[in-house]
């Protein structure tokens, strides 16, 4: 198994080359029929890259393996080190259906980093590259998994999306946005078909814009 210390390698390579200032960035919510979507850019101490993690974030991992009650405990263990600065970018429903949610999730992104101060240098990005990303970046597939500073990320972005989404369920029982936090689920598609659509719904996806066609409103 790796040690702990393996998941700082993409950093220590960026740190080796002067590129102090580096950000994991990393997003949640691209698959939603309703709701934001939400990126995080997370710059960790650079001195964690040789000492590790410290011991209220050694759970820190991919958001989609953990459970909500341990990611919303890792989300107030990165609240509480004040040495790690972030940036979390919405872009809500209405904008997605604008722009689409690759634009939207890139925007987001940008949103995130923007945040940074001092501004990152770098940035590690979950997944694909990101044509439109505001800084030189290294794109990492599984990067969730890969690198702690794209895992902080991760969580950042999950705990935010998930909270907006309860919220909302406050708004709109109907549709229990609390339970399944807008995706596709097959109670959350009898809601639709029952209800319609509400505003955080993103219209421009398939199975929203088929309860549109049928003329249902809500």
């Not at 740190?15 to 580096?22: E, F, K, S, V, Y």
């Not at 991992?61 to 040495?83: C, G, M, V």
């Not at 972030?86 to 429903?93: D, H, K, M, P, R």
């Not at 902080?152 to 309860?166: E, F, G, H, N, P």
Request: hydrophobic share 45%; charged share 20%; proline share 5%.
């Amino acid at each position: 198994m790796d040690s702990d210390l393996d998941r700082f390698n993409f950093e220590r390579e960026h740190h080796t080359r002067a590129l102090i200032r580096l950000a994991g960035v990393d997003e949640a919510g691209r698959g939603p029929l309703a709701g934001p979507v939400v990126a995080a850019a997370a710059v960790l101490p650079a001195e964690w890259v040789e000492t590790g993690l410290p011991e209220s974030l050694q759970r820190l991992n991919d958001s989609k393996k953990l459970t909500e009650k341990i990611r919303e405990q890792l989300f107030a263990a990165l609240h509480a080190e004040p040495e790690i600065h972030f940036g979390i970018g919405v872009i809500e429903a209405i904008v997605i259906d604008e722009i689409n949610i690759l634009q939207a999730t890139h925007r987001a992104m940008n949103t995130a980093l923007a945040q940074l101060s001092p501004p990152a240098a770098h940035a590690l990005v979950d997944g694909l590259r990101v044509p439109t990303l505001a800084i030189p970046q290294t794109a990492i597939v599984k990067g969730d998994q890969k690198s702690f500073s794209i895992a902080a990320a991760s969580i950042l972005a999950k705990v935010t999306r998930d909270r907006i989404m309860r919220e909302h369920d406050i708004r709109w029982p109907e549709y229990a946005f609390a339970k399944h936090k807008g995706y596709g689920t097959a109670a959350h598609l009898a809601a639709l078909s029952a209800h319609g659509a509400c505003s955080i719904h993103r219209r421009s996806f398939a199975p929203v814009f088929a309860v549109q066609q049928k003329g249902a409103r809500h």
